[in-house]
């Protein structure tokens, strides 16, 4: 009986090794293997410029996630140099050509473009990001030596707008992605972008926040851009974005990048003053989109409440409606409201009572546009203007810190729907901000009596980018 049963087991120890081999065939080409935090490559060392395919086999199965970057460098770099770069944050003589990432323990194929040569892979995983191995150079047969060079951002000429162009104003906190989304408004020939307003309790302090605003118009083609700031606290209470967002925001997230400096004919106004100014004076009803805490629109209500009248609509991007909010651990007391909104709940409260036409953006539609890995080289093989490099810039100097968790488009987003309302999938719900002090200061309530307001709910992710990369990119 002993033996049955052993013939049996060896038996079926052969069927299950036969089937396991022809589900996961042993490659034949190149291949390149992470295992043991290593990483290996078999294969030739030339290849022909054009479409490279190999395997990518992750045998490693005590990380989360797995990363394979395919890179070119920079004349005068050597694979010593790439070998003893300390982090995965890439340096500026990195030329990246692919990117593409995997879990433990899986197999796929990959097939990168290549153009130049040498080639290198760097290996990391995450999280947090680690490099923990770069594959030496492959030689690239037809390619031409790489020379990268870091683009100069310098102004060029605005394109040619729509022959009657939307008037929008835009009031931000000049976060890293309200910069994208000023960008993609200059970039748009149908909006007409009057002037920019900086939310002093935003994340931008006042002074940096102007400059930025004013060099990205200059860098669009629009120097004379008026850029103003608004009061620094808000109208109730004493909250505000914790000093280190601040300072990340007033730096370019500490990448040093440095933009072109804008003619700001607005020097010396406060927002409110610029609001009035430009809202009133326009022939057209102005179409306000809000980046941040909303402090500037309220001021400007209060004190000039007959403004409503040449006032088309608001865009607004904030509040949480059937999602959590997204204080996290930094204010643990209060896990129902969202940045924008807890920062000044009252000046929130007092534009959604103002009776305008209002479109709500949001972190039920926000979190589906989380900043990925997938965009990058997206936005690697799209970026052929100023604008499209700056973004560009921006994003693979600050990679570690968006790809880290919890970054999303939120302020890009809101602009696009408001170029392109088909984007998103809406509800009219009667909404209040609760703007009292306490555990739901800045929360979104669906309540009887509220003010009537359009919610943004689903996205078209893919759309989305692909209209950030096309606008951007504008000739």
Known sequence: MKKIILGVVVVAFLLYACKSSKSTPTPSGPTVIFDADQCTYTGPASIPAGKFTFDWIVKDKKRDQYGLVAATLKPGKTFEDL????????PSWLNIIGLTEAGPKSQQSVTYQITDGPVYF???YTPPDTKFGVIRPITVVGGKTTDIVLPTITPHAAPT???SPRTVIIDTDMGWDGEAAILYLLKRTDIYVQAVTVSGTGLAHCNPGVQHASGLGALAGQADLPVACGRETPLEGDAAFPPDWRIAVDTFLGTGLILPEGKN????????????AAISSSPEKVTLITLGPMTNLADLLQSYPAVKSNIAEIYAVGGAVHVPGDLGGIVASNQTAEW???IDPQAARIVFEAGIPLTLVPLDATNQV??????FPLLQASHLTPEAKWVFDMFTEAR???LAGGEYFWDTLTAAILTEESLATYEQDTLCVIAEAGSQSGQTQIKVGCPSVRVALTVDTGRFQQMLLEALNNP
């Open 83 to 90: 070998e003893a770069w300390p982090t995965t944050d890439p």
């Open 400 to 402: 570690t810190h968006l």
């Open 340 to 342: 924008n909104f807890y």
């Open 265 to 276: 004919p607005a020097v010396g106004k406060t927002a409110v003053e610029l609001l009035i």
């Open 122 to 124: 760097v290996c990391f």
């Open 161 to 163: 707008r729509a022959a």
């Open 370 to 375: 989380p900043v990925t890995a997938d965009f």
